[in-house]
């Protein structure tokens, strides 16, 4: 009987227990409570009391930005050193409510929140998810709030087919976006790969094209290659002349003074004439003032 009693005794598990909490920077409280967590998991019977667990990882804390804090609590806890007991410090989700609170701030939430704005979906879905996933860790969004952060960057496309889904919980529905986003993805991409097959190739245009560029008609450069050039068969080139040189630059000048050969008609009359190259005593276009 002794030897069946032993047999049944649950066997402990050995596990690697967490590392001491200090309250560094480079710390992230969330991820010390998991490794405690599931160093309580390893050997749940061992475990089962909350206020064992709290006693445990208040003792794999240290330092003096964590001191404050454990001391606080454990006043708390047992109703010591003139702290009002508060039983629900003995529970362990209680536990794990008050060093978040105290070792996650404000501030750090709205600068996780502010860089997940930034995040742009750019056609890759699993990049897109993976980036908003980490920087929720510390803003801690859950249900709808989670939800509206993701899907307010995803293309109609992947809204529209999310839309014929309903979600039991937050994993659910985060692998359903991923599994719609990739579905999204491929259509696209094997849109893109048949179109570039359906179009063929045509060196015809790009000889038109290149001839194009060059700066010449080539249709026009063909038809009129073999076609002679006309020459000028007339011995002698007329020069054309304008009917004021006809008019005779030898005549002799009728009026030298300007002022004499334009008395009694209006200055703005004389202007108007300049303007339009005309005689400006008589309005003729084929002589000047002094020949007429």
Not at 122 to 128: P, S
Not at 229 to 247: D, F, H, I, Q, V
Request: net charge positive; proline share 3%.
């Amino acid at each position: 009987m002794q030897s069946l009693s032993t047999s049944q005794r649950p066997i402990k598990n050995t596990a690697e227990p967490p590392y001491f909490f200090q309250g560094e920077d480079n710390q992230d409280v969330r991820n010390w409570l998991t490794a405690c967590e599931d160093y309580f998991d390893r050997n749940p019977i061992q475990w089962e009391n909350h206020s064992h667990r709290i006693v445990f990882a208040l003792g794999k804390t240290k330092g003096n930005k964590v001191a404050p804090f454990s001391e606080k609590y454990r006043k708390v806890m047992g109703g010591l050193g003139g702290y009002t007991q508060d039983t629900s410090y003995l529970t362990w989700e209680r536990f794990r409510q008050e060093i978040i609170k105290r070792y996650i701030g404000i501030e750090e939430e709205r600068r996780a929140l502010e860089e997940m704005d930034k995040i742009i979906y750019k056609g890759r879905i699993d990049t897109y998810l993976l980036l908003r996933e980490n920087l929720n860790i510390k803003a801690g969004l859950t249900g709808i709030a989670w939800r509206v952060k993701v899907e307010s960057k995803l293309p109609q496309d992947i809204l529209r087919r999310l839309s014929h889904f309903k979600f039991n919980d937050d994993d659910h529905w985060i692998e359903t976006v991923r599994e719609v986003g990739r579905q999204e993805e491929e259509l696209l991409e094997r849109g893109k790969l048949s179109k570039s097959i359906s179009t063929p190739h045509n060196p015809t245009l790009k000889r038109k094209r290149e001839g194009s560029e060059k700066g010449f008609n080539t249709k026009f450069e063909k038809k009129n290659e073999n076609k002679p050039r006309k020459e000028n068969t007339s011995r002698w080139k007329t020069p054309r002349t304008t009917t004021a040189k006809r008019a005779g630059n030898n005549s002799k000048d009728e009026h030298t003074d300007w002022k004499k050969a334009h008395e009694g008609i209006a200055e703005d009359v004389v202007e108007k004439r300049k303007r339009e190259k005309q005689c400006t005593r008589c309005t003729l276009g084929n002589h000047t003032w002094r020949k007429c």
